[in-house]
């Protein structure tokens, strides 16, 4: 190959050889232009190299002689024994030396990476790639071009040079003025810059939408806004609002005082609240404005923005609104956990003396109005518990297969005919602790939500009810048991699916996609703090384009279930030594005179601490323990959890005037054997002590 090169640049010609010319009879003399063309030609002197270190030093021998090379050719796979791409490294190694050579780069291979080339050998302008094989006029023209650009560039720096010396030498004085003249251009465009840079910040900033800024001139006339401000007023674009008079405007949204009023009392608004009427919908906006004038206090123009605060007033007022519901609520269940007690004297009594009146008699009559009256209070407290979230709601245990199919035909008359709707009972054991009314809520709901989904394009909405396995896609969290304490109801459809900017919103309270009218946004939310006060799960299991299922985890009533049918009263014991605890002495006093009347040794205490006491001294002495929830010190399952510590078998009842966290599961897991609600009625009260002491 070298030889090849050296023969090309230095041998070859296009014209006939010397030979050639001696045995043709067309010989020819050259003309004048021929012979000047070929004194033109560029003569090489190739120079060879067979490895790398040969070639490093032939560049050092021709640069230390003054003779540097106009062009290297280097193959990019010197040796087959060698690095991948040695012709790369010595290509890195000779521009190192000579800044100014012309390399060219050749290659048989297909594989060469151009790119890392281009990156490691600078600077590109002085880099080609030749691929094998090549014809010799290529390689010929290509060293021609080269060659004349070397030499065109060597000439241009030593005129440049000796244009730069004589340059300097006879007009120093020039060049100072042209530095200071440098200088002076510098600071300007530096100013210029800053210029620049300030006004492209000032227009991102007025531009964005985050405000709706405006400049007006001195009259009012809108110069210039962002799309913000015209949207505030109505224009399609902020082309549409230029002309237009801000005071105008002003006032026709809705302004109770006059812009130009305001700005004449001080000449700049600042933080100045105003509501703006757009239709039915109120605006709320933050709005500042400066009034720019000229050296003489002529107004030159009028700047300002408006902030929509309307969101932010929203969630006020709903955090203001929620405020006055948790105190609602937390008054309501103050007072309903004293009307409770109260009631329990009343009723207790009540019962007491009805037990002992005569029949047909006037007194029978009274007190028998004084409890039915007395029930009708202690339903209405329980309505205010329900309302303020801290009662127990009416759950009793019941199978959802049923409740789920009476659902479906209730909606099916309300969900639209273009969406088919597919029931799936896949559980023998769906039996729950739970409200009826609220488990038809969680299916209106969720199916309802999943109808409007596929209103317009129709679809497919499943309905399925599951036991969970633990190897189920989507389970319920570990902290509340095993999955398999669950069962799980399911509802899907085949619609558009939750939008991902919304799936983190969904179960917020007022927080809906629909339009105005068609919903409060209060569906998923009753249904999340449904579901989460029966001790369940609720997760979405979303799928942009398919369709969105919502998953519903109830847990499954435990074997600690109280049986429905009453304890006749001829199996209760009506013998033994009861504990009653509750820290309000006319309870403990009716709750003695109720159990003593059946039968029963009584012991009372108003304190839990002095009840644990006494059952520590003897805990034998005692076959079952009453006792309230709410007390000072110790509340009730402080207590019994201390007492079953003493002897674990013993039989607890819980009475409670209200409590969002009472559940026959916790129940079991403390170790109670049963829970009374307040008031505490003698019938109540004897059936669960007929339970417990039966079990004994």
Not at 147 to 161: I, P, Q
Not at 394 to 404: C, D, I, Q, S, Y
Request: net charge negative; proline share 5%; glycine share 6%.
């Amino acid at each position: 190959m070298l030889t090849l090169y050296r023969d090309i640049l230095c041998f070859e010609s296009e014209e006939p050889s010397a030979l050639e010319a001696l045995f043709s009879d067309d010989a020819r003399l050259p003309s004048r232009e021929e012979i000047d063309e070929d004194a033109s030609r560029p003569v090489f002197e190739v120079v060879p190299a067979r490895d790398r270190k040969s070639a490093v030093r032939v560049m050092e021998k021709a640069l230390s002689a003054g003779e540097p090379f106009a062009i290297v050719l280097i193959d990019v796979h010197l040796s087959a024994l060698g690095t991948a791409f040695e012709g790369v490294e010595l290509a890195e190694e000779l521009r190192a030396r000579d800044p100014d050579v012309e390399i060219v780069l050749l290659s048989a291979r297909h594989n060469v990476p151009l790119k890392e080339i281009n990156k490691r050998v600078r600077p590109p302008e002085k880099l080609l790639f030749l691929q094998k094989p090549f014809r010799s006029p290529e390689l010929k023209q290509l060293a021609t071009s080269l060659g004349s650009k070397w030499d065109v560039e060597n000439r241009l720096r030593d005129l440049n040079e000796t244009l730069a010396f004589k340059v300097e030498a006879r007009t120093s004085e020039l060049n100072a003025a042209n530095r200071r003249l440098r200088l002076d251009i510098a600071k300007r465009a530096a100013v210029l810059r800053e210029l620049q840079a300030s006004e492209q910040r000032y227009r991102l900033l007025f531009e964005k939408n985050i405000t709706g800024n405006f400049a007006a001139d001195s009259d009012g006339l809108i110069l210039d806004c962002n799309v913000a401000f015209a949207d505030m007023f109505d224009f399609i674009s902020p082309q549409d609002a230029h002309g237009s008079n801000i005071f105008e405007l002003w006032d026709k949204a809705g302004g109770t005082e006059s812009l130009r009023d305001l700005l004449a009392q001080s000449g700049r608004l600042s933080g100045h609240e105003v509501v703006f009427l757009r239709g039915p919908l109120r605006r709320h906006l933050v709005v500042s404005c400066d009034v720019v004038t000229d050296d003489e206090g002529k107004v030159e123009e009028l700047r300002g923005y408006l902030y929509d605060i309307s969101e932010s007033k929203r969630l006020e007022e709903q955090l203001r609104q929620s405020q006055k519901m948790e105190a609602l609520g937390t008054l309501a269940g103050g007072i309903a956990h004293d009307f409770n007690n109260i009631l329990g004297v009343i009723l207790g009594y009540a019962e007491i003396i009805e037990s002992g009146a005569e029949p047909d008699s006037g007194l029978d009559r009274r007190i028998g109005e004084i409890s039915r009256a007395g029930r009708r209070a202690r339903d209405l407290v329980t309505q205010i518990l329900n309302f303020s979230r801290q009662g127990p709601q009416e759950r009793h245990a019941m199978t959802l297969t049923p409740l789920v199919k009476e659902a479906l035909k209730l909606l099916r008359s309300s969900v639209p005919t273009n969406v088919e709707i597919i029931s799936r009972m896949e559980t023998d054991r769906d039996q729950v602790m739970a409200d009826a009314t609220q488990m038809h809520q969680i299916l209106l709901n969720l199916c309802g939500n999943a109808s409007h989904a596929m209103q317009e394009t129709g679809g497919t909405m499943t309905v399925t009810l599951a036991d969970v396995r633990g190897d189920d896609p989507v389970l319920p969290p570990d902290d509340l048991g095993k999955p398999e304490r669950f069962v799980r109801l399911t509802v899907s459809d085949t619609g558009p699916g939750v939008a991902p900017e919304v799936v983190e919103r969904v179960f917020d309270p007022f927080f809906t996609t629909k339009k105005q009218g068609e919903g409060t946004g209060m569906g998923l939310a009753m249904v999340h703090g449904i579901v989460k006060r029966h001790d369940g799960y609720v997760a979405l299991d979303n799928r942009p384009g398919r369709g969105a299922t919502f998953h519903v985890f109830l847990p499954k009533s435990s074997v600690m279930e109280r049986r429905e049918t009453d304890v006749p009263a001829d199996l209760v014991f009506r013998e033994g030594r009861i504990l009653f605890v509750d820290d309000e002495k006319p309870l403990t006093d009716i709750g003695r005179e109720m159990l003593e009347s059946c039968g029963f040794e009584v012991v009372t205490r108003t304190s839990s601490v002095e009840a644990l006491e006494a059952f520590r001294f003897k805990p034998r002495d005692f076959d079952l323990i009453i006792t309230d929830q709410s007390m000072p010190n110790m509340t009730g399952m402080e207590f019994a959890r201390e007492v079953l510590k003493i002897r674990p078998e013993i039989p607890i009842i819980l009475c409670t005037g209200f409590s969002d966290a009472v559940s026959y599961d916790r129940l079991r897991d403390v170790g109670i054997g049963d829970f009374i609600m307040k008031p505490i009625l003698k019938h109540d009260l004897m059936g669960s002590i007929s339970r417990l002491l039966a079990k004994s």
